[in-house]
């Protein structure tokens, strides 16, 4: 498509799902998209997962062009993994408070003052990864934490993920940077909502988001990540399930099991992630921008501090 006819696109407000697909495919771009785009971008993703789940998979596919849909740190971690293939994001600043709640100077007191091994969370920033012993996503953070030689260890940036390691590790865990750092959807879901949801559904099995506060995980059947609130249904013969995570997790559930029903906590939206829409991911295919970059020598660490993980759960 020429200039003109992309422009005819775009003023007579023509930009459908299958456009975006077409315009991917004439620019040799794959679509990868986080868990919590809004369900039209999930339906042009060529992949939808977490954010180190992608990141990996990345790694294994051939196309050198990726347009990723997600947040900041995601496609800079998408970066660093694939340090030679061209990643592009619709929004330049499309970010995430949680990761940028903590920054490397919180990182350096820290282990002056406790001398304890550092545990990131993916969800921070890369410069911050770069000064981790080791990353850790919320499916296998209690592993990883289990797996060091301390009973003292540092975590970050999550307060309510670093309280969930805690209860099932026994060992002393202490959140950096502390009261300031959480994800805004999940801290401040309402008890009195979630409990609700359970007494309008009272059969439906409850799943959570271990970066919701102690006094929800209570409520739960169920406390694991996105990736692991994909399989919990194969778990059990549940029909209805209360999923206390971002709403946009709610499409991916639906397409992988068309006969449950999946009911959202509407109040869980993270903005940020809703910045990227038909119209900017068709723009970026257009101009092929934004494109992601990381300087290498922070990129070469925050490499080694995921590396880490991997051996650790291996
Ligand atoms: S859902 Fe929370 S942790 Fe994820 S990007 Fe949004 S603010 Fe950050």
């Known amino acids: 498509m020429g200039p003109t006819s992309a422009l005819e696109t775009l003023r007579k407000g023509l930009i459908t799902p299958e456009e975006i697909r077409r ?30 789940q992608l990141a990996r998979l990345v790694t294994t596919i051939p196309s050198q062009k990726i347009l990723f ?3 900041d740190f995601m496609a800079e971690m998408m970066k660093v993994l694939n340090p030679e293939r061209k990643i592009i994001v619709p929004v330049r600043h499309s970010t995430c408070p949680m990761a940028n709640s903590l920054e490397v100077k919180d990182v350096i007191e820290a282990k002056q003052k406790y001398n304890a091994p550092f545990v990131v969370y993916v969800n921070s920033r890369t410069e911050v990864k770069a000064y981790a012993d080791v990353v850790c996503t919320s499916a296998n953070a209690v592993d990883v934490v289990n797996k060091l030689d301390s009973d003292t260890v540092l975590f970050g940036p999550d307060k309510n993920l670093a309280s969930y390691v805690a ?43 271990p970066e919701v506060p102690s006094n929800i995980r209570k409520l739960a059947d169920f406390v694991g990540s996105t990736s692991q609130m994909e399989k919990y249904p194969t ?17 991916k559930l639906e397409n ?19 910045k990227n829409t038909l119209k900017n991911t068709y723009l970026a295919l257009l101009e092929e921008k934004y494109e992601v970059l990381v300087d290498e020598d922070i990129a070469r660490k925050a490499r080694r501090a995921v590396e880490k993980m991997l051996e650790l759960t291996r």
């Open 23 to 52: 315009l991917a495919e004439e620019k040799g771009y794959t679509i990868v998209a986080h868990n919590y785009q809004i369900p039209e971008l999930q339906q042009i993703a060529d992949y939808i997962g977490d954010s180190l």
């Open 69 to 71: 849909l997600g947040v």
């Open 167 to 209: 209860e099932k590790t026994g060992k002393k865990i202490i959140p950096i940077p502390g009261e300031t750092g959480y994800c805004y959807v999940h801290n401040y879901v309402k008890e009195d909502e979630i409990r609700f949801l359970i007494s309008k559904y009272p059969d439906a099995k409850v799943m959570v988001h």
């Open 235 to 251: 778990t059990t013969d549940a029909k209805e399930f209360i999923v206390v995570t971002e709403v946009g997790m709610l499409s």
């Open 256 to 274: 992988l099991y068309p006969d449950r029903k999946f009911i959202p906590v509407s109040s869980m939206v993270c903005y940020n992630m809703k």
